[in-house]
């Protein structure tokens, strides 16, 4: 069995099962915080990212992050 290597960047599936939300909840979700950091549209907004917004432990989400 390969081991699992952790993703950088964060999805909208992932930030779907991580919330509890609809799709469009989570890409809106998405554009927010991309923008209240300043992303460019092309960027990808990484796990750390999305925790450190959240208040989320990152280590209570990794193991919901598909690969």
Known sequence: MKPRIPRLCIYTKDVQCITGKSERYSRD???TIK???????HQVLTVAEFCTYMGIPHES??????N
């Open 35 to 41: 923008k209240s950091l300043n992303k460019e549209p």
């Open 61 to 66: 989400i990794q193991h919901l992050i598909i």
């Open 29 to 31: 979700l998405i554009h």
